[in-house]
């Protein structure tokens, strides 16, 4: 009996392990698995990047860690020192994990090191628990390389490019958020309209700015992606994060099918439904309000949902600039008559003068809210005055009353918040690109509307 449980149990874990390297179901051949199934097996197999790190150094971070962490990490056992580096860098066990080797968002080169991909920044943990293609709002992506590049120096190992990279711009000013969008403007200046690496440096204009990723399963409702909605949706984009100088553009270009199939696994996804009880005749008036309301830019849902793909000028929305201003109409130009945007085929909005409004669907599991990531819970998006101008989150808290995010609120960040690390626990919506104004819509509704409208977000 009990020999018996051992086996089905190894069994379990060897079939989710199969699951993990060969795919969405364990061992089919690549002709035989649909496209989207493919794209997983390709995001969670194939290194397109160089390692970032090893096992050696990722296991020995807490050498470089504040000293009470460090005291804690020293005394314990190295499960528990790897669920504290977990925790201090937002990382995510893989499903089916032994608890040794990469962490969900990163892969193996089967040399020991770890391969950043996709899921690093596109999957993470709501009220505690993995959802595959949910904003990763714990990733500590600064405070990683910051950490990496330290323990390399004081091993003597050479530097890899985020740890480079590092050093050239912020990656990330806050839990959560990344300037990934200048990492692009960084990489793509390199390279010409056909992708080939440029023999003269064009120094790129960068306009530093932290966006939130936004949920993956929203993507197959948009026909225009990213924050203004510049560009029309297509796999190809999806290659701008793995434009490292070691890619050729021939190397880019051929990994094209792969990247549609990756495309086809993030519109596969579905939004997670809501775990806990829901008031349903106060969501059924809640409806009724946002119909009214809300409806002309986020669509409508249910079977036969519509999505507008709304652009709204930044002087009706009213929030935060810059990531708008960090693309010029002559960048978002450039990208559309290169490979990218098919030579000038695809029809890009390179004016976009605003933010899409983005389809609500999961809404309840993608805080912290807006492009920047600076509204912590829905409750704060329907009370504009009322939004906090500090916050720090709780790792695993969830909000059930405000829907979002459990956080602790502040005038200003506290004083005796010294190290680079520590000031990026608290989001400061005063500090550049970080506002979390604007989207004052709902000050129309009354009370009891936004109590009803609260209800309906957890339903879709
Ligand atoms: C370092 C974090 C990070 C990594 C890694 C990353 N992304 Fe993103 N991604 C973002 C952020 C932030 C945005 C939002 C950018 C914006 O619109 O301002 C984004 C936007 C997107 C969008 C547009 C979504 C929408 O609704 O408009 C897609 C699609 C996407 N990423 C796919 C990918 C794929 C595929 C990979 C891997 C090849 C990847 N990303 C790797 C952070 C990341
Ligand atoms: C005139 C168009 C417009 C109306 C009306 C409107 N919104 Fe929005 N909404 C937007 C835009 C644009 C954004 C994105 C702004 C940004 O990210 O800076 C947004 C963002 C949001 C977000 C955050 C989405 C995310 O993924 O971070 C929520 C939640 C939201 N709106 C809810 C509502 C509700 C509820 C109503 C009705 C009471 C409403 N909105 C009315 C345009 C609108």
């Not at 306009?207 to 510049?230: C, I, M, Q, T």
């Amino acid at each position: 009996m009990k020999s018996g449980m051992i086996v089905s149990r190894f069994l379990l874990l060897a079939i989710c392990v199969a699951g993990l390297t060969a795919g969405a179901r364990g061992g089919e051949p690549l002709e035989r698995m649909t496209p989207a199934e493919r794209g997983y097996h390709w995001l969670t197999t194939k290194a397109y990047l160089p390692p970032d790190f090893d096992d050696e150094v990722f296991d020995s971070l807490w050498k470089v860690w504040p000293a009470s962490l460090q005291e804690q990490a020293k005394s314990a056992t190295p499960a528990e020192r790897r669920k504290l580096a977990f925790s201090r860098y937002g990382l995510i066990e893989r499903p089916g994990s032994d608890g040794t080797g990469p962490a969900l968002g990163y892969l193996s080169d089967g040399k020991g090191g770890w391969v950043m991909n996709c899921l690093a920044c596109h999957s993470g943990k709501v009220a505690g628990q993995p959802v595959l293609g949910a904003p990763n709002s714990n990733f500590a992506l600064e405070t990683l390389v910051e950490e990496v590049r330290q323990r390399k120096l004081q091993l003597g190992r050479p530097l890899a490019h985020l740890d480079k990279g590092g050093l050239t711009m912020p990656l990330g000013t806050t839990r959560g958020t990344t300037n990934s969008v200048m990492f692009g403007v960084a990489l793509g200046s390199l390279r010409d309209k056909d992708l080939n690496m440029r023999r003269e440096l064009k120094v790129p204009k960068l306009v530093h700015n932290d966006a939130d990723p936004p949920a993956f399963w929203n993507v197959r409702r948009k026909s225009l992606l990213y924050a203004e909605g510049f560009a029309v949706k297509s796999h190809r984009l999806l290659l701008q994060f793995v434009m490292l100088p070691r890619n050729s553009g021939e190397t880019l270009r051929g990994w094209e099918n792969e990247f549609r199939d990756i495309l086809a696994w993030i519109e596969s996804l579905e939004p997670p439904r809501y775990r806990w009880e829901i008031d349903q005749g106060l969501a059924q008036s809640g409806k009724v309000v946002f119909e009214q309301s809300c409806a002309k830019c986020h669509g409508t849902y249910g079977d036969a949902g519509r999505y507008p793909n709304r652009i709204v000028p930044i002087d009706e929305v009213q929030t935060d600039p810059l990531r708008l201003k960090s693309l010029t109409t002559g960048r978002r130009q450039d990208m559309r008559d290169s490979w990218f945007g098919d030579y000038g085929r695809e029809e890009y909005v390179v004016d976009p003068q605003g933010y899409v409004a983005p389809p609500l669907n999961g809404i309840w599991a993608s805080a912290p809210y807006l492009h920047n990531g600076s509204v912590p819970t829905l409750w704060h998006m329907l009370h504009p005055s009322d939004r906090p101008t500090v916050w720090r989150r709780t790792e695993d808290g969830y909000d059930r009353k405000k829907v979002g995010l459990e956080v602790t609120v502040f005038d200003r960040v506290p004083g005796d918040v010294k190290s680079a690390a520590d000031q990026r626990e608290y989001f400061d919506t005063q500090r550049s690109g970080k506002s979390a104004a604007g989207h004052l819509f709902p000050d129309e509704l009354t009370e009891d509307e936004k109590q009803a409208v609260l209800e309906y977000l957890k339903t879709l």
